[in-house]
């Protein structure tokens, strides 16, 4: 049987797991993602099981972990390279945004830079700064890289699969709050296109749409508004960069007004480029302006605070209501 209920780290797991067995070029990189399995065991089992020439435990050093996944892409090679937490991955920027995005218009096409950065991130898990921040739109901004996150485990199996066998560098940012997180997962359904949007739940008067972790907040969002007579679509985005707007803007002009739900903070965020392409897309259409939810614009607070921090029900439902109100 194909279908079974798993964690989303599970699901990544068994991803990774495929993909290593599936082409000989696939290595894993990264801090402590051998013996230990990863802080979050999402590698857990995969070294004892392809050695210690697939599944290659670093030093701590995240330029020089992504500099030699750049070196092995260069020789053909499809390295899945692991920062620890979100946070940590700004000593690699320099390789990420001069060399990794780069390397493929710099050759004027003909070389390719299949690398996937697997990148641990958000907050909700009781963890200090540099463990929780939502960096995304530092990468998203950034011509050459690809950015998804899943929100479930079927997409996390599935968006894996397809990173890895994307010859553009890709950045995969994992929902750690959402790791242990059930859902059902088809190892052998067909999967849509990595980077389109899927709604996940039909609805008449507002449209939430999100990525991440904020997937799920948005949809218990809808099933209480809905105890009100309020009909709320959701719409999973699933890829950061490129936006599937085609998707976005078919939901938004049926329901005529649009909430955009993400972790991190509202003030340059990807909410901001979401809310002007939809108002330049769907402008006769929308009966109220683009409202955004998000992190406050300050650095990421000591663990008992980022509740306040962090978008959650109220937050949402708030701003559902001012939409509606307009």
Known sequence: ??????????????????????DPKVLIMGEDVGKLGGVFRVTDGLQKDFGE??????????????????????????????IQFDGFVFPAYDQIV???AKMHARSLGTVKMP???????????????????????LFAHVAGLKCVSPSNASDAYWMMQQAIQTDDPVIFFEPKRRYWDKSEVD??????????????????HLTLAAYGPMVKVCLEAAEAAAEEGKSLEVVDLRSMSPIDFDTLQASVERTRRLVVVHEAPVFYGSGAEIAARITERCFY????????????????????LEDEYLPGLDRVLDSVDRSLAY
């Open 115 to 137: 690398v996937v950065i697997r990148i641990p991130y958000g907050g909700g898990i009781g963890a200090v700064e540099h463990h929780s921040e939502s960096p995304e739109a």
């Open 53 to 82: 020439d697939r599944v290659i435990d670093t030093p701590l050093a995240e330029s020089g972990i992504v500099g030699t996944a750049i070196g092995l892409a260069l020789r053909g090679y499809r390295p899945v390279v692991e």
């Open 285 to 304: 259409h929308l009966e109220a302006p683009v409202l955004r939810v998000g992190g406050f614009h300050a650095p990421y607070p000591p663990a008992r």
């Open 187 to 204: 190892t052998e359904a067909i999967p849509g296109p990595l980077h389109g949007a899927k709604v996940v739940r039909s609805g008449e």
């Open 1 to 22: 049987m194909s279908s079974r209920k798993l964690p989303l780290a599970k699901a990544i797991n068994e991803s990774l797991r495929k993909a290593l067995e599936t």
């Open 98 to 100: 001069t060399q990794l």
